[in-house]
């Protein structure tokens, strides 16, 4: 089975980047959804360190906007929901419940440059999937850097083992405010086949 031309003009071909984001709020539900559909996907030893901490109240979203650059504060503020993806350096410690082989957890254990090389790889991995979920949901996504990690974690992740990787702003997209989309490499320009 393949996946529909519709689709895949949702996802890939036609989704784009939101900066701006209709006045209409983003139920929790479908934030779920969009998680559901993301943690189906690969990851090494199925170790699923992504972790999202979801601010949808002003007050949140404005604790963090100090801790966002300065290209990144109002939409941030202004979007319907902003998803902190984190990444989870106890993440090994579920792979007895997540992974076939027991005993994995054992590999990550006083490894700490192979626990965080391999939450952060994956849990980019599955923030990836994550934004494609929420487009094929009608969503809107907005990633970016451009913010102090260190701070937030500080702010929004001090009691626990989660490492913010990036911000993606989430909404149902204004497409009357998308500029011209930007250039992308060809085949032959970012692919070799040896």
């Known amino acids: 089975m393949t996946a529909d031309s519709d689709m895949l003009d949702a996802i ?6 939101y900066d701006a984001f209709l006045d209409k709020p983003v139920p ?3 934030l779920q959804e969009a998680y559901d559909l993301a943690k189906m996907a690969p990851t090494s030893a199925n170790c699923q360190p992504m972790r999202i901490l979801f601010l949808t109240s002003r007050e949140a979203k404005e604790q963090l906007a100090p801790m966002l650059s300065s290209t990144n504060r109002d939409k941030t503020v202004a979007a319907p929901a902003v998803a902190i993806i984190a990444h989870d350096l106890a993440f090994y410690d579920n792979l007895p419940k997540l992974y076939r082989i027991p005993g994995a957890e054992k590999w990550f254990m006083g490894q700490d440059g192979l626990i965080e090389e391999t939450a952060f ?6 923030g990836a999937y994550f934004m494609l979920a929420a487009r094929a949901l009608g969503l809107g996504v907005g990633p970016m ?4 990690n260190a701070a937030v974690d500080e702010a929004f992740l001090a009691d626990t083992s989660w490492r913010s990787n990036f911000i993606c702003n989430l909404g149902f ?3 009357s ?5 930007d250039g992308r490499l060809d085949f032959a320009e970012a692919c070799k086949v040896v």
Do not use: C, I, M, Y
């Open 12 to 17: 890939f071909r036609e989704g784009r980047t």
């Open 173 to 175: 997209g204004d497409d």
């Open 28 to 30: 929790e539900s479908l």
């Open 121 to 126: 790889r994956n849990g980019a991995l599955q």
């Open 177 to 181: 405010k998308v500029p011209a989309r």
């Open 145 to 148: 850097s451009g913010f102090d």
